[in-house]
C-alpha cells in the first residue's frame, strides 16, 4: 500500500509540473536584438545624424541611435551567389543621408538604403578572399573603393555595381586607405610607400613613389592644401603641393599608426597600435601624444561630439575626450 501511495504521489508531481510547464506566462522584456559591442573586433565607423554604424568580424553590423551608448544588430541579407554573409567588414561610409556602404572580405559591398537598419550585398567575388579596405564619394558623384593587390573599383550609381579601374601599380601593393575632397581631389595610401592622386573626381590617376620603404595604412586630407599620408612605426608624411613634394613629419611614436580624422575645430587626429592617439593643432605640421600604452589597435573613429571620439578597435567600441593629461596605460609597450 506504501508503495502504491507513493507511486500516486509521484504521478501527482509529474503531473503538476507538466501543467506548470505548458501553463501560458508572460515573459520578461528583454531587448532581443541588444548587443554588447566590446565582445566583436570592429574595423569601421560611420555617422549620420545621431545614427552610427559599426561593421567589423564575422559580417557583423551595428546600430546605435544614441552616439554609441547602446546598440543593437542590423538586418543582413544573403547576396546572389554569396550566401551567408560571414567574412569580415573593414569599413563603413554614409553616402547621403539613408544611403551607406560598406566594404568587406570577398571582395564585399553591402548596400543600405535606410540608415543601416539593413543591408543587401551587392558585389562579391566567389573565387577571391582579398578584401576591399575602403571608399569614399569624389566630387563628380563617383564611388571609389580600394583593396589588396592594387583593386581600384568605381561606381557611378551609388554603389550599385562597380568596376575596376585600370591603373598601372608596380608590383600590385595593397591599397589601404582613400580619402576624397570635395574639390575633386583624392588620395589612395597604400604598400611600399606608393600613392595614388587624382585630381578630377576619379577619372584618372597618377602613382607617386615616396622615398621611404615601408606601408602607408592613412590618407587624411589635414587642410585646403595639406595632405597626410601615415603608416608603419609611426611615420607621417605632409604634402602641400597634392603630392609632388613630401616631408616627413615628427610624430614621437614608433607605434603604427591606422587612421586619421579632421575635427569640427581644424584639429588633426591620427590613432592606432597600442591605444595610440596623436594630436595637432596646426593642420599636421606636428603632433603631440594625447594617449599611448596598451595592447589593443584603434582601427576607426569618429567624432560624436566636439572633442570627444568613439573609436573602433580590438575590445569593439570606445570613447574618449580629448584634452585629457598624456598617460602610458599598462605600462606601455
Given amino acids: 500500500m506504501a508503495s502504491r501511495a507513493v507511486g500516486i504521489l509521484m504521478a501527482a508531481f509529474i503531473a503538476a509540473v507538466a501543467v506548470y510547464a505548458f501553463y501560458p506566462r508572460s515573459l520578461p522584456d528583454y531587448p532581443a536584438t541588444a548587443t554588447n559591442p566590446s565582445r566583436l573586433r570592429l574595423n569601421g565607423v560611420a555617422m549620420a545624424g545621431d545614427r552610427v554604424v559599426a561593421v567589423g568580424e564575422s559580417g557583423r553590423i551595428l546600430i546605435s541611435d544614441d552616439r554609441g551608448d547602446s546598440w543593437r544588430n542590423a538586418k543582413v541579407e544573403p547576396g546572389a551567389g554569396s550566401g551567408r554573409v560571414e567574412g569580415t567588414l573593414t569599413e563603413v561610409r554614409f553616402i547621403g543621408d539613408t544611403v551607406a556602404l560598406a566594404t568587406g572580405h570577398d571582395g564585399m559591398v553591402l548596400r543600405s ?179 599611448m600604452g596598451g595592447r589593443e589597435s584603434l582601427v576607426g573613429a569618429l567624432e560624436i561630439a ?13 570613447k574618449f575626450t580629448l584634452g585629457r593629461p598624456v598617460a602610458a596605460l599598462n605600462g606601455g609597450l
Fill in 113 to 291: 538604403t535606410d540608415r543601416g537598419d539593413s543591408w543587401t550585398p551587392v558585389r562579391f567575388e566567389q573565387d577571391y578572399s582579398d578584401p576591399l579596405f575602403g571608399l569614399c564619394r569624389t566630387a563628380a558623384s563617383t564611388l571609389v573603393a580600394v583593396g589588396s593587390f592594387g583593386r581600384l573599383l568605381r561606381s557611378a550609381d551609388e554603389g550599385r555595381t562597380f568596376e575596376a579601374i585600370p591603373v598601372d601599380l608596380p608590383d600590385g601593393p595593397h591599397l589601404n586607405a582613400i580619402a576624397c575632397a570635395a574639390d575633386g581631389q583624392a588620395m589612395v595610401a597604400g604598400e611600399l610607400a606608393q600613392v595614388l592622386r587624382t585630381a578630377d573626381g576619379g577619372v584618372t590617376w597618377d602613382l607617386v613613389q615616396l622615398s621611404y620603404n615601408g606601408s602607408l595604412y592613412g590618407v587624411v586630407r589635414a587642410s585646403a592644401t595639406r595632405w597626410l599620408v601615415f603608416g608603419m612605426r609611426g611615420h607621417v608624411f605632409a604634402t602641400d603641393d597634392f603630392g609632388a613634394s613630401w616631408r616627413e613629419i615628427a610624430t614621437g611614436v614608433e607605434t603604427s599608426l591606422f587612421g586619421g580624422l579632421v575635427l569640427g575645430d581644424g584639429r588633426v587626429v591620427l590613432y592606432g597600435q597600442g591605444n595610440t592617439i596623436l594630436v595637432s593643432s596646426d593642420g599636421g605640421a606636428s603632433f603631440r601624444i594625447e594617449r
Fill in 306 to 318: 566636439p572633442g570627444t571620439l568613439l573609436f573602433a578597435g580590438e575590445k569593439g567600441i570606445s
